[in-house]
């Protein structure tokens, strides 16, 4: 490495948790490839605290207003979606962190800045101090607020992604399809350098019941599974303690279902289950085809998790429901069906790109090699 100690900055965001894991996904393979001056940065929540704060709760209970027909941020997404990135909205978005922002690249002086999440500020701001900028999008689909015509390079999930961006008009050695970072221990498992492990139960359906949304259907959901009889359920509630507590409780009685709370070997238990249930982000998204574990997408909301889901569902990896009838109906037809079963897990392997995270490190080193240094 020509730059001998280089530094690089990782930007992200609370907005769910796929933004942070793919930034620490990131953090961890550049320290394991030598570089360890690198900083992780919340933008937002540095930069506007009060704001944040309000903007992630609002993210955080617009599943539930979805529900009851106030989904403003699925409007939000729409409405915005092709917009350029000079119209009023993405400029206003541009400003956001741009005085915080400046000051930390005056603090840290990095080399390279990652944006793991669309901050518009990040391209203008190292541009104007002629640092390199790069971008991981972290969904299947595209949004305006990705896109900036200063960002050095995009690393993507699919080919179809990259030709929607370079669309846009980027040059093709600007956007490479990496696929999306994820944590080692999927990366190892789906390399079968882990430990072998081997399905438990032939027929365990797993439920990620987590996300807050998750409250206002996992009951009725649960009570068609368990009523089916012919599957071992696991919930994995994540920090939902109430939750947890509200079904161990609720369904006592049912010797087929386990109830989780937050586990830190989830990689496991995905291996040992025969398809998994869950909400429409990313990182598990990408997690789930990493380990050719057939999804189930419930009622997505709308938005990139709605844009997630149609995208894998036209890729015949994913099946995609609206109602818990539609649900148990799709799921005794895969998981009866082993012809079918082989079918998406061969389609899951082109789709599958592993060691997203060491591909992307690699190549911004190098793009770091070859800079010339500009002093700040």
């Known amino acids: 490495m020509s730059n001998v100690n280089p530094r690089v900055l990782i ?24 570089v360890d001056q690198v900083s992780v940065i919340d933008l937002m929540k540095e930069g506007h605290p009060f704001l944040n704060k309000i903007t992630t709760s609002l993210y955080k209970k617009s599943p539930q207003s979805s529900r009851i027909g106030l989904d403003y941020y699925g409007w939000s997404y729409y409405l915005t979606r092709e917009t350029k990135h000079t119209a009023l909205f993405n400029r206003s978005m541009q400003a956001l962190g741009r005085k915080k922002l400046t000051e930390v690249i005056h603090q840290i002086r990095p080399d390279a800045v990652v944006n793991a999440f669309p901050f518009g500020a990040a391209p203008e701001v190292c541009s104007t101090l002629g640092i390199q900028n790069f ?168 938005g990139q998790e709605r844009e997630n889901a149609l995208y894998l569902t036209s890729r015949g990896v994913a099946s995609m429901s609206n109602n818990v009838e539609e649900l148990s109906a799709q799921i005794r037809f895969v998981l009866s069906n082993p012809g079918l079963i082989e079918a998406i897990k061969s389609r899951m392997v082109s789709l599958q790109r592993k060691h997203a995270s060491a591909l992307i490190v690699s190549d911004i080193i190098q793009s770091i090699d070859q800079q010339v240094p500009v002093s700040m």
């Not at 930007?11 to 030598?34: E, P, R």
């Not at 830190?264 to 289950?273: P, Q, R, V």
Request: contains cysteine.
């Open 11 to 34: 930007l992200t965001a609370s907005y769910g948790n796929g933004h942070i894991q793919a930034s620490q996904a990131i953090q961890q393979q550049f320290i394991k490839q030598g």
């Open 135 to 302: 971008t991981v999008i972290t969904d299947y689909a595209l949004h305006s607020t990705w896109i900036h015509p200063y960002v050095d390079k995009y690393y993507v999930a699919t080919d179809d992604l990259k030709e929607d961006i370079i669309s846009k008009g980027f040059a093709k050695d600007r956007v490479k399809v990496s696929g999306i970072p994820i944590r080692k221990d999927f990366d190892e498992l789906s390399s079968g350098r882990a430990a072998s492990v081997k399905q438990a139960h032939k027929k365990t359906v797993l439920v990620m019941a987590a996300d807050s949304g998750a409250v206002s259907y996992i009951e009725e959901m649960l009570q068609v599974l368990l009523f089916m009889g012919e599957y071992r359920v696991v919930v994995v509630c994540g920090r939902n303690e109430k939750l947890k507590q509200r079904l161990e409780i609720q369904f006592a009685a049912y010797f087929n279902l386990e109830v989780l709370g937050y586990i830190e070997n989830i990689h496991e238990l995905m291996s040992l289950s025969s398809c998994i249930i869950t909400k429409a982000g990313g990182l598990t998204l990408t997690e789930a085809i990493a380990l050719r574990l057939p999804i189930f997408i419930y009622r997505p909301y709308a």
